[in-house]
T-cell receptor
Framework: KAGVTQTPRYLIKTRGQQVTLSCSPI?????VSWYQQTPGQGLQFLFE???????NKGNFPGRFSGRQFSNSRSEMNVSTLELGDSALYLC?????????????FGPGTRLTVT | AQTVTQSQPEMSVQEAETVTLSCTYD???????LFWYKQPPSRQMILVIR??????QNATENRFSVNFQKAAKSFSLKISDSQLGDTAMYFC?????????????FGTGTRLKVLA
């Protein structure tokens, strides 16, 4: 099975712009979670989507949004970028139900805001 | 709210030696799961080992084992016979299931360097 893929791998944006990141989960996985990783802060949970519905949400401002499509692919959008949004954004997929709780991570998208 | 604390930002160990990474957590839940993830430099995060809170036996995966102390809310990772490929960032994670959903909380990580 193919692993979790994320595109693009690297992005450079300017303050005030918006950005969309994409995540394709492992085939058959219906849950996609997004995390922001910064040095010293570890992984901060953004949100989780399951079957096209946001099921969980972390403590991030409304500039961070996401969605999930019927094929379980997910996108994350950040509007009005700030310098502090520079980070590695990871997505993780899982079956998301029953006793299957393991998350599998993608390689991440490194976003640099200048 | 649940929290996960990794008090060792950086550690180093000689090749072939044993090293223990610490993790403590706080929760009022009785049923949860704990994980250690490894993130090698510029590479993907992978699951190293998992522990179900209801299991008293400590999990073991080859050279990796945990010391799970439920009452003390401690979950340390022991790496035996350290190898250069073990050089990575290690994250401790807590997960519990509420209302049919899963919520993961990660620690800030420990950067481990294995020295030749």
């Amino acid at each position: 099975k193919a692993g979790v893929t994320q595109t693009p791998r690297y992005l450079i944006k300017t303050r005030g712009q918006q950005v969309t990141l994409s995540c394709s989960p492992i085939s058959g996985h219906r849950s996609v979670s997004w995390y922001q990783q910064t040095p010293g802060q570890g992984l901060q949970f953004l949100f989780e989507y399951f079957s096209e519905t946001q099921r969980n949400k972390g403590n991030f401002p409304g500039r961070f949004s996401g969605r999930q499509f019927s094929n379980s692919r997910s996108e994350m959008n950040v509007s009005t970028l700030e310098l502090g949004d520079s980070a590695l954004y990871l997505c993780a997929s899982s079956l998301g139900q029953g006793s299957s709780y393991e998350q599998y991570f993608g390689p991440g998208t490194r976003l640099t805001v200048t | 709210a649940q929290t996960v604390t990794q008090s060792q930002p950086e550690m180093s160990v000689q090749e072939a030696e044993t090293v223990t990474l610490s993790c403590t957590y706080d929760t009022s839940e009785s049923n949860y799961y704990l994980f250690w993830y490894k993130q090698p430099p510029s590479r993907q995060m992978i699951l190293v080992i998992r522990q179900e809170a209801y299991k008293q036996q400590n999990a073991t995966e080859n050279r990796f084992s945990v010391n799970f102390q439920k009452a003390a809310k401690s979950f340390s990772l022991k790496i035996s016979d350290s190898q250069l490929g073990d050089t990575a960032m290690y994250f401790c994670a807590f997960m519990n299931r509420t209302s049919g959903t899963y919520k993961y909380i990660f620690g800030t990580g420990t950067r481990l360097k294995v020295l030749a």
